[in-house]
Every structure is written in structure tokens, then in C-alpha cells.
């Protein structure tokens, strides 16, 4: 038995009011914020006097849009910049130095910010399986009400930040605001990442489904929707949802640009690819389609365009869209003699005429007009579509909780998201290689299905994983077995999913990347005097620009150099010994970076000599201006073409 605490207050007579109204009129029911900036339950009076009147209400202003308390506040935290930086931690990493996989830590809105010069437009595929709005999973916690002060103080301009996830409980009347304002700054960020032929995908069951997709129609743009397809999840049926037993998740799928979406398919089996059994010269194996249109429906009334008239040679060899001579006349007839259509407009067939055959059909003692439906187009071999169902036995969510445990040997996840699914969105959104970007990595199942997939097909896809340090709870099976975070967790599980697809891979291991460079948001390196502009003194001015925390190390300074240079994080990196200096050359000379206490001539001289087109030094290691005024009169001699910074 339990004995609960008694209230001590009197009932809570507007609560109770607005419930009877919400009762009779759902409509009306909307949220506002309290005076604590909490999203509450309240009632639309503009909506209620329409409900009770029986004419037209004059309110504001209407219009088709998606809105929701604390919107503009979640608006500006995607534009408002924060004093952080990633950190390098090779000891959890695999092959640091010349990987291109990336796994990051820390909040993804922090990361995403970090991400955007470096990685501006060069994504081919972003997929996030974000906090389903239960009742029950975490969600990130972006205090969106907060004074400038506090947002300089949680962001990490004046000290680190708090604690950062938050129970979204049913007591809390599983409000969708907090959902969407945490989702809405994501999304605009990462949508700036995409490639002009990305595509983005989201799996969301029903709790959010709607709003999600209002929200990337607002952000990408309606006309840039795929598709939703149904993924079934759960093929036993979910007996804990009330009513039906769900068994689905949805995939959201969107464009970047719709107009240049590359989008992918799944490979053809034996079966399918011996169906193309004749052979072009130069266009390789094929097979004969119709062009005519067959369907009932397709009448010479539907779409008179498609009807026109292709002629075919004497001796049957050539077709055309001219009449020559005594060429024979073929129409789009239908099989009871009224006029039918073609498949392809005139301008199209024109166009790929080179594709067009005719064929002499004996039954009805004439011919008819065929395109050549090649198995290779571009290069690459054809693709079956992916339908706007996906129900395999792999996309069972209890597979990925297999798939986990084997890999980790302990039952520390809930229902990860398998990897023949991930696999199969990758085929979808990166069919020929490039970045895939996963903002909740989660178990890293998205990370496991990019080394599949690529060792599969030996496409160069790469990975980049973003995962907030989220604590096992105490007492779990993950804290037992030794896993502080979902993050090292996840680390762990690549390491061995990395591990085993080489040793699968045999002797093309050694062309294949199976590592990946760990990252961690922090703080940035310099130093934070906790003081206000206003508050700083000029002895200090200089002390604060260029002094460096004394916990960072000259990696860390080197890789805050590489995003406020907006360089792939990813490049090779070399450390070599100049002067008796440690001296890092990126991507072959492309940066050298000097991050010693003390820079020489003979140290400035040696990184000239080797023309890099960017230079970099650490301020402070100058031994005074003349010492810093000449290094740059050595880069005008000897490497003129070379962009020198300091720090």
C-alpha cells in the first residue's frame, strides 16, 4: 500500500473548468506559457465564441501554419552563437590519424552549430531517430525562455554547462511544445548541411508524426516532401499501445532540392538482372518495354500529346518521328482498335530516339514501337525502387536489441533500430557514397549499417555520429558491465561492428576504412576571465584574446583551427618534428599548424619552405611584435600564396 500526501490546497477550479471545455470542444484546446515559461493547457476563446455562435467570429489574422509556444525562442537558439569547440580524444578512437569516419559527443544542437562551416552543403544523407515524445524517453533540454545572461552561462561563454536532459513525464500532459521547439532549431541546421542532392530521413511513431511533418514541410520546403513510408517495426503488434497493437514506424523522407535529389533503390537479384538478356554494342544488356500505354484508361482523350504518329522503315531497321518515303505508319492503337497513347511524349521520344525499336508483331500483322530498357544507365547498374512499405523480417525492432547484445554481450539497449534497416536507408539516401550523418546515433546502429552497406557494394560512404553523453541510468545492465554513457556505449559497439566486417572483408580490408576519430563538445581553448567587455581592463586585453586554457593541448587548439577554418575534420593528419617543435601537417601540407611556446625563424623558415596554403602559430610563441612582423616579411619571400594566421 502506498499513502500518498494529502494536497493542502483547494481544488484547482480553472484546471478542472477547462477540462469540462476541452470535453465538449477539443478544437478549442491549445497551450500558452505560464509565468514560469511552462508550457500549460488552455483554451482558445476566439475558437470557443466560433463553437457557440452561429455566424462567422471575426478574430486575427488566418493563415495555413504551424505554431506552437516558444516557436521564435527556438528559432533564434538556431542562430545564436556559442563559445565552444570539439576536442579530440584519440584514446577513444580507431586509426585517429587516418580515418574519415567521425563520432562526436556532446549535444547535437552544440555540434551542429560547430559543424557548419566545415561541413556547409557537403552531406549526402542526414537520418535521426529522435526522442519519440512517449512519456517516458528523455528529451534534450533547450531552455528557450532564458535571460542572455543564463543562455551566455548554459552555452558555455561564461562556465560549462548544467545538466541537459530532462524527463518528459505524462504529468507533464505530454505537451508538444517542448518537443517541437527542441526539434525545430535541429532540423534548420542540419538542413543547411544537405548537399544539393541530400536527402533527409526521420523515423517517428504516431505520438509525433504529424507535427514532424508540418515541421519539415516549414523547414525543407512541402515541394521538397519523398515520400512517408510505413516500416514495419514491430510485427507482433506493440500490446502495451492502447487499443490497437501498433506494429509500424513511419520514415519521413525529404529532399534537399527536390529537382536534384539523387535518391537510391535496392539491388536487382539474379532473377530480375536475367531478364535484360538482349545486348547493345554500346549500350550493353537490355530489355523491350512497350511504349504503347495499355492501361484501360489510357485514351487518345486522356492525353492527346501522347498520340502521334512513328514511323518504321521498310526493312524494319530504323525508326523515326519524320515520314521518309514509304515508311510504315504505327499508331498508338489499342488492342480493340480505338486510339490508345504513347508511354513517352514526342519531345521525350525524340530526345531517346536511340532507344526506340520497332518490332513486327505476326498476330496482328503489323508493327509496334518499343523502347530499350537498359540494365545500366550512367554507368551504374539499375536499381529497383523502394516502395512506400517496408515490412522485412530484418526491420523487426527486436533484431536490433539481438544485434546489440550480441556485439556488446549484455542486454544493454531498448529496441535499437536494426541494422538491415539503416542499411537500407542508406541505399536510399547515399547510393553512391558520400556522408552520412546520424544526430542521434544512439546505439551507433546508423554507423554499423555505413560499414556494411559500403563493404557490401564498395561505395565511399563515411559516417558522422553525433551522440549526447547521456548517463546509464544506476543500477542498469550497461553501468554493471563497466559503460558510463549511451555515447561509450556506442563507441564500443562500432569498435566491434568495425572489427568484424574486417575480418569478413579478408583481403579488401586494406582498401576499407573501419575506424572512426572520437570528438567530444567542450568549452572553448581559450581562456574565459568571467568578465564583461565593459569590465576588462587593457593591461588584460591582450592576455584574454590570446591565452589558451592550460588543461588544452596543441591538438585541441588544432582542431578549433580546423572549424574556424572550415576544414573537414576528417582530413589526414601527420605530426612531424621541426626545430625540435612538434608541428601538425593536415591533408599533406595543405595546413601546417606550430602551436609551440616559442616560434623561431628557423621554425618559420622550415613551414615556408614547404609552400602550405594555409599557416598557422600560436600568438603568444612570438617573442615580441618584430619577431611576429618578420615571420609574416618570410612568408612574403619565400610562400607569398600561403594564408598565415596566428592564435
Known amino acids: 500500500m502506498t499513502v500518498d500526501k494529502l494536497k493542502m490546497h483547494s481544488p484547482d477550479l480553472i484546471r478542472r473548468n477547462t477540462d469540462a471545455v476541452a470535453q465538449l470542444f477539443p478544437s478549442v484546446v491549445t497551450e500558452t506559457l505560464d509565468a514560469e515559461g511552462n508550457p500549460v493547457r488552455a483554451i482558445d476563446f476566439d475558437l470557443l465564441r466560433q463553437e457557440l455562435s452561429d455566424h462567422v467570429v471575426d478574430g486575427p489574422q488566418e493563415r495555413y501554419h504551424l505554431d506552437w509556444p516558444g516557436k521564435r525562442a527556438a528559432a533564434f537558439a538556431a542562430n545564436a552563437p556559442i563559445a565552444k569547440t570539439l576536442r579530440p580524444v584519440r584514446e577513444e578512437s580507431v586509426n585517429f590519424d587516418t580515418t574519415k569516419n567521425l563520432f562526436i559527443e556532446g549535444d547535437n544542437l552544440d555540434a551542429l552549430k560547430l559543424l557548419q562551416e566545415s561541413y556547409l552543403g557537403k552531406v549526402k544523407l542526414i537520418y535521426i531517430d529522435p526522442p519519440y515524445n512517449t512519456g517516458n524517453d528523455f528529451v534534450y533540454k533547450d531552455d528557450f525562455a532564458e535571460s542572455s545572461a543564463e543562455y551566455l552561462e548554459r552555452s558555455g561563454q561564461k562556465s560549462e554547462s548544467g545538466e541537459r536532459l530532462v524527463a518528459n513525464p505524462e504529468s507533464k500532459g505530454r505537451f508538444h511544445s517542448d518537443w517541437l521547439s527542441m526539434m525545430y532549431p535541429r532540423l534548420k541546421l542540419a538542413r543547411s548541411l544537405l548537399s544539393p542532392e541530400g536527402i533527409f530521413a526521420a523515423s517517428i511513431d504516431s505520438h509525433e508524426t504529424h507535427n514532424l511533418r508540418k515541421l519539415c514541410d516549414e523547414v525543407f520546403g512541402e515541394g521538397n516532401f519523398i515520400a512517408e513510408a510505413i516500416v514495419v517495426a514491430s510485427p507482433r503488434g506493440r500490446q502495451s499501445d492502447s487499443f490497437l497493437a501498433g506494429v509500424h514506424d513511419s520514415l519521413l523522407i525529404y529532399a534537399r532540392d527536390r529537382s536534384s535529389a539523387v535518391v537510391g533503390g535496392r539491388p536487382l537479384d539474379d532473377e530480375q538482372r536475367g531478364e535484360f538478356k538482349l545486348n547493345d554494342p554500346e549500350l550493353g544488356p537490355y530489355r523491350l518495354l512497350g511504349l504503347r500505354q495499355r492501361g484501360t484508361a489510357s485514351k487518345r482523350s486522356d492525353r492527346p500529346d501522347m498520340y502521334f504518329p512513328i514511323y518504321v522503315s521498310p526493312d524494319g531497321d530504323q525508326v523515326s518521328l519524320q515520314r521518309h518515303g514509304n515508311w510504315a505508319e504505327v499508331l498508338p492503337r489499342k488492342s480493340d482498335g480505338t486510339d490508345g497513347r504513347w508511354a513517352w511524349g514526342k519531345e521525350r521520344c525524340e530526345k531517346m530516339q536511340h532507344l526506340l525499336v520497332a518490332r513486327w508483331i505476326d498476330r496482328r500483322g503489323e508493327y509496334d514501337i518499343f523502347t530499350k530498357d537498359l540494365l545500366f544507365r550512367g554507368g551504374a547498374e539499375r536499381v529497383r525502387k523502394f516502395k512506400t512499405l517496408w515490412d522485412a523480417s530484418g526491420f523487426d525492432n527486436q533484431n536490433g536489441t539481438q ?12 529496441y535499437p533500430k536494426p541494422v538491415a534497416l539503416l542499411r537500407e536507408i542508406c541505399l536510399l539516401g547515399a547510393p553512391h557514397g558520400g556522408i552520412v550523418v546520424d ?39 550497461g553501468r554493471r558491465a563497466g559503460y558510463t554513457t549511451i555515447a561509450e556505449m556506442s563507441r564500443e559497439r562500432i569498435r566491434r561492428a568495425g572489427k568484424k566486417i574486417k575480418e569478413a572483408s579478408g583481403l579488401l580490408a586494406d582498401d576499407r576504412d573501419f575506424g572512426f576519430r572520437a570528438l567530444r563538445v567542450d568549452t572553448t581553448n581559450m581562456v574565459d576571465l568571467n568578465v564583461t567587455a565593459d569590465n576588462l581592463a587593457q593591461s588584460m586585453l591582450m592576455h584574454a584574446i590570446y591565452s589558451v586554457k592550460p588543461d588544452r593541448t596543441d591538438e585541441d587548439l588544432l582542431f578549433q583551427v580546423l572549424l574556424d577554418w572550415g576544414l573537414d575534420l576528417s582530413e589526414p593528419i601527420m605530426v612531424e618534428e621541426v626545430g625540435a617543435q612538434r608541428v601538425f601537417s593536415v591533408a599533406d601540407g595543405a595546413l601546417i599548424a606550430c602551436f609551440a611556446d ?18 598557422v602559430f600560436l600568438d603568444a610563441g612570438f617573442a615580441s611584435d618584430a619577431a611576429r612582423i618578420n615571420a609574416e616579411q618570410i612568408f612574403r619571400e619565400v610562400s607569398p600564396q600561403t594564408e598565415v594566421r596566428a592564435i
Open 403 to 414: 544485434e546489440t547484445k550480441a556485439l556488446l554481450e549484455g542486454d544493454f539497449m531498448s
Open 598 to 615: 616559442k616560434v623561431t625563424d628557423t621554425i618559420v623558415q622550415e613551414v615556408a619552405k614547404r609552400h602550405p596554403l594555409r599557416a
Open 439 to 477: 544526430l542521434f546515433a544512439g546505439s551507433g546502429t546508423t554507423a554499423h549499417a555505413v560499414l556494411e552497406a559500403s563493404a557490401a557494394d564498395g561505395k565511399p560512404r563515411r559516417f558522422l555520429m553525433v551522440q549526447m553523453d547521456e548517463p546509464l541510468p544506476d543500477g542498469s545492465a
